[in-house]
């Protein structure tokens, strides 16, 4: 069967053809202890028997009907996705991104890693292209307070729909990197084509955790005048996400007391400079939250 691809454009055209929900209101009435809702349907989507390929600039769309609670509330929802094998079906966490309307388009990013934590890829290498499979999705609803407490006895789960030939991409949750580029490697430009040889020559540091937005790691610096600033991205001197000491092309001299620099960092290309390092590994620490940056001497 020819494989065909759906982009957001196209799952949003079918949203159409499904029931739409209730207004939803900014004020949320007082519930009693038991208020557990009642036909609350997911509706099998128009396209669920189409060859789905994921990418990281699609959606999908879902549409389901309101859950009957006996008022008009403003009410949550969060998708989780279930692959279905040999007839059963391993389901997700609920994806982060929550909603309060009943016509959805929910990220193809996020459906994709949720596929491959089911799949039980923790990192990129282990990353093995499963093709096209049936994929299970179900919405959970409830009303929170407003201080986003879930009510309880307002949580409720409705039907499961497939898809019956989704595909996804790799999209593991892997731990950020920062490229250190300068003098103290030959300044090679910050590319795919270089990525080999930065990695061999541990011209890098990584995230402490995945999302911590924290970079640490020691490398082994050369003798001499040493210049050199980051970069999160290999596309080029122009294109990459460089990370230095100003916004300027331009180095600026600072200096190690006692083996150590403290300072601030900022996205821009000015590099820092150290006259005469004695060489050797220095261990590199920057909070691109706060934007700071420090160098110790091992």
């Not at 929910?106 to 096209?132: H, N, P, Q």
């Not at 290999?234 to 200096?255: H, M, N, R």
């Not at 403290?262 to 934007?291: H, Y």
Request: aromatic share 12%.
């Amino acid at each position: 069967m020819k494989t065909r691809y759906f982009s957001s454009v196209l799952f949003a055209a079918f949203a159409m053809l499904f029931t739409a929900c209730d207004s939803d209101r900014d004020d949320n009435p007082t519930l009693g202890p038991n208020h557990t809702a009642t036909e609350f349907v997911l509706n099998t989507s128009a396209v669920a028997d189409q060859y789905i390929q994921l990418t990281p600039d699609n959606t999908v769309n879902l549409t389901w009907t309101q859950p009957n609670y006996g008022v008009n509330t403003v009410v949550n929802y969060k998708v989780q996705v279930g692959l279905v094998e040999n007839g059963n079906t391993k389901w997700s966490d609920f994806l982060e991104t929550g909603f309060t309307s009943c016509n959805v388009n929910i990220s193809s990013e996020e459906i994709a890693k949720a596929i491959c934590k089911l799949d039980g890829f923790a990192t990129e290498d282990d990353y093995v292209d499963m093709g096209f499979r049936e994929i299970a999705m179900r919405v959970a609803a409830n009303i929170q307070t407003t201080s986003s407490q879930v009510i309880e006895g307002t949580q409720i789960l409705s039907n499961a729909v497939s898809f019956n030939h989704m595909a996804a991409y790799c999209n593991v949750p892997s731990k950020g990197t920062l490229w250190v580029i300068g003098s103290c490697c030959g300044w090679p430009e910050p590319s795919q084509g270089n990525k080999q040889t930065l990695v061999d020559g541990g011209w890098f540091i990584e995230e402490t955790e995945i999302g911590s937005n924290v970079f640490k790691g020691v490398v082994d610096m050369p003798e001499g005048d040493l210049t050199f600033r980051f970069y999160a991205k290999l596309t080029g001197w122009d294109g990459g996400d460089s990370y230095g000491f100003k916004v300027e092309d331009e180095a600026t001299e600072i200096t190690l007391t006692n083996g150590a620099y403290s300072g601030k960092g900022m996205t821009g290309k000015g590099s820092w400079f150290i006259a005469g390092f004695p060489g050797g590994k220095m261990e590199l620490t920057v909070d691109r939250n706060n934007n700071t940056v420090t160098f110790q001497l091992q």
